[in-house]
């Protein structure tokens, strides 16, 4: 099973941005853990500012992985472009954010992928990518 984890603007940051929110531990240091947990899955990992980078890399994979795991970040909230990928792409995708965005500032409260997404998951941490990829894989497991 190969899955891409998708981190988008400023994620590059985690670990020295705004660590009463975001956290202490960048995701290149909890990365590795994550992989150590699921030595099974082949898990990808590509971060960008840029929004076409991020649908570029949706698109290279979105075709012949088993699922995505995309944190937008604020594209969040902004992006038609990657709610059409998303759409677009036969590999399904996981919505994931660090925080809690609906207990955050009223604009965040509007997810535009959410509804070409499989599933979201926030408020958890980085734990949130572990519970996602466990829906991955649960879901991958009911299509045998």
């Given amino acids: ?3 891409q984890i998708i981190n988008g603007p400023n994620l590059n940051l985690l670990g020295m941005r705004e660590p ?3 956290g202490n531990n960048s995701f290149e240091n909890f990365l590795p853990k994550l992989r150590a947990e699921y030595p099974e899955v082949a898990l990808e990992y590509f971060q960008s500012n840029v929004e076409g980078e991020l649908i570029d890399k949706m698109q290279e994979v979105g075709f012949c992985f088993q699922g995505i795991i995309l ?18 792409i036969t590999a399904p995708t996981v919505e994931v954010h660090i925080s809690n965005i609906h207990a955050r500032e009223e604009f965040r409260h509007h ?28 879901r991958q497991n009911k299509e045998r």
């Fill in 20 to 22: 009463d929110i975001y």
């Fill in 71 to 88: 944190n937008a970040g604020a594209y969040t909230h902004t992006s038609i472009a990657l709610q059409d990928c998303i759409r677009a």
């Fill in 1 to 3: 099973m190969k899955i």
């Fill in 111 to 138: 997810s535009l992928i959410a509804g070409a997404c499989v599933g979201t998951v926030c408020g958890f941490g980085l734990l949130s990518y572990r519970l996602a990829l466990e829906a991955l894989i649960n």
